[in-house]
């Protein structure tokens, strides 16, 4: 390939210092992103025995080749190895393939640096955990522990490690892959620019979810700066956060307003994956937390959206009851949630535009510990560890596979994972984003699956009123009813019609979560994709046999209709059209007739609906 002009392309110029497996990882995402939401054109040739073909991309004037194959829904996989062998350098690639798809010169900058940070931080990240032994084998692991420990990054999406933002020291200090635990930091702001939503009374509140040693810390803390707790409630802030907000328009706006920073050291806290939540280091039955932090990553600034903070513990509240009220959530589809049961983010009423900007950077949402959804023997294991493959090469799910079987133990873990959400939608009416993040399979301590704990629940819960079951409640908003109520259909949580929350369940859970866990057996163990899809669909077909009566909400939702749409992540950092939201058709993989594989049908085209969270990440 022809050597691309750098300055007019405006990136930086080629790596000598970076990981190469990095590089390569970020060039195959890249161009299966672009195949799969039909951003590149592109013909494939035979299928040879081992499954692969050769597949010709156009670029331009240019034809790129490689080995690849079409999966499930139209996914697309591109052979590792002969990615690295056709692209040695990965350099000339990306920024051919960056230029052919961006719009605009600023777009391809933008997208080019997110790209390059990936690359970057991944060879930062990389060279600062070398040497180190101390985090031991991941299969030893669960729970928040393990969420911390899964550093591979988003299975598709190519800027899976941008974190645009933290410098070099921030990057090794916040990061869950060398983070050796955070303290928050806390402000102390007058309640005029607060919206709390505790369940007891704050001071109980903040012992419970921070523990009684720093609750003493912040009463202390507040008593040495002369504040009188009648008049400020507490606001955690994440560390960065708040370094960064300590500048500019910011800072005068809350020196204005008087907010204070206490001095309180609190306990130590370990970033999850997502970044943004936070895990109880020295006291783990205490409540995790999200907080905003105003990072870019895949694609996506890390903030709260405002609304959802002060209607977390409404949503979750609401969630819970029509778990309650349905016995066969405990029965026959096990599903256990981890609340989120209190927030509070700053509130600015009638001030300036720049106070008003805040809403979102500074918040906090308090989940339930997992160590409450547990039984004795049990673990939680997040979804995306399913697929991971360990330091010896094997999947992490080996030891259980040779303990029970790989049959049995996917049947197991396929019904256990797909029926308690399949069940909500179907029979309740709401969906939910059961992604690899926010979904955690339970097992035994011998790794038999037994139940499914779902969770992150403020902005990726979805219903249609219309589709909610007969006489089920909606959500009680309380004073601030009227914002939903008002708002139009597809805004917030309400939806227009029972497709969106199809779309929703259908992308999250098996386009780009169950469609990981089908490659990796389909590498590992040779269980052949289409058998994969059939197993899954025997799931969904054994749950319409057993509820014949809800054939018709079924027939509702178009679960089975030969083409779905699909969210095109890439595609909304690309595209002239900055209003959004991107959706292409993919073929149904869960459709009767439809094989494992398909080619992308149609270029990416504009729904009326949208999902709240629109990347797949906590």
Not at 84 to 89: E, N
Not at 274 to 283: A, E, I, K, Q
Request: with cysteine; proline share 7%; charged share 20%.
């Amino acid at each position: 390939m022809a050597q691309p002009d750098r300055q007019s392309t405006g990136v930086p110029g080629p790596w000598t210092y970076r990981s190469e497996d990095a590089q390569h990882r970020v060039l195959r995402q890249l161009l299966e992103a672009c195949l799969f939401e039909g951003l590149l054109p592109f013909r494939t040739g035979p299928v040879g025995p081992a499954g692969w073909q050769r597949l010709q991309v156009s670029l331009g004037s240019q034809t790129l080749e490689c080995q690849g194959r079409i999966r499930g829904f139209g996914r697309v996989r591109l052979q590792p190895e002969s990615m690295a062998t056709q692209f040695p350098d990965a350099y000339p690639a990306l920024v051919a393939i960056v230029r052919a798809i961006t719009a605009r010169a600023s777009q391809a900058d933008e997208l080019f640096q997110q790209l390059d940070a990936t690359i970057r931080h991944t060879w930062q990240l990389e060279q600062a955990q070398r040497g180190n032994t101390g985090s031991g084998d991941r299969r030893t692991l669960s729970g928040d522990a393990l969420d911390a420990a899964l550093s591979e990054g988003h299975p598709y999406h190519p800027c899976f490690k941008s974190r645009l933002g933290f410098n070099d020291p921030d990057l090794i200090r916040y990061s869950p892959e060398t983070c050796r635990g955070i303290r928050l930091s806390w402000l102390a702001v007058p309640r005029r620019f607060l919206a709390q939503s505790y369940a007891s009374g704050e001071g109980a509140f903040l012992e419970q979810a921070v523990g009684q040693e720093t609750r003493y810390l912040l009463r202390a803390a507040c008593h040495r700066a002369g504040i009188n707790p009648a008049n400020h409630g507490l606001l955690p802030v994440h560390p960065w956060q708040w370094q960064n907000l300590q500048q500019g328009s910011a800072a005068r706006v809350l020196s204005a307003a008087g907010v204070r920073e206490l001095d309180c050291p609190g306990g130590h806290y370990l970033p999850g994956q997502s970044l943004r939540s936070l895990f109880p280091l020295d006291y783990p039955d205490l409540a995790s937390i999200k907080l905003p932090l105003g990072i870019v990553n895949t694609s996506s600034r890390r903030h709260l959206e405002p609304h959802s903070v002060a209607s977390a513990p409404v949503i979750s509240a609401w969630l819970g009851r029509i778990l309650d009220a349905d016995s066969r959530f405990r029965d026959r589809y096990p599903l256990r949630i981890l609340a989120e049961y209190a927030s509070v983010g700053w509130q600015p009423g009638a001030e300036t535009s720049a106070a008003a900007a805040l809403s979102g950077e500074l918040a906090a949402i308090w989940r339930r510990p997992l160590s409450g959804c547990l039984a004795s023997g049990e673990r939680a294991i997040p979804m995306n560890a399913l697929y991971a493959i360990e330091a010896d090469g094997q999947p992490f799910i080996q030891p259980w596979v040779e303990r029970h079987g790989l049959e049995p133990w996917l049947s197991a873990a396929l019904a256990t994972i797909i029926r308690p959400v399949w069940h909500l939608l179907v029979a309740q009416g709401v969906g939910l984003e059961a992604h690899g993040q926010n979904s955690l399979l339970v097992v035994r301590d011998d790794g038999w699956p037994v139940a499914l704990t779902l969770r992150d629940f403020h902005d990726s819960v979805e219903y249609v009123d219309s589709f909610l079951q007969t006489g089920a409640p909606r959500p009680d908003f309380g004073h601030r009813q009227a914002l939903y109520d008002q708002a139009p259909d597809n805004r917030y949580y309400r939806m227009d019609q029972p497709d969106a929350l199809r779309e929703l369940v259908m992308d999250t859970l098996f386009v780009f979560n169950l469609s990981e866990l089908a490659l990796m057996l389909e590498d590992h163990y040779g269980l052949p994709e289409s058998d994969f899809w059939q197993r899954v669909r025997r799931v969904l077909l054994d749950y319409e046999r057993q509820h014949p009566e809800l054939a018709p909400r079924i027939r509702a939702l178009g679960v089975y209709q030969p083409h779905v749409a699909t969210e095109s992540l890439l595609t909304a950092l690309t595209s002239a059209d900055s209003s959004g939201p991107w959706r292409h058709t993919v073929p149904n993989t869960l459709a009767p007739l439809c094989a494992a594989g398909g080619a992308v049908s149609g270029r990416p085209t504009l729904l009326s609906h949208r999902h709240p969270q629109g990347e797949y990440g906590e």
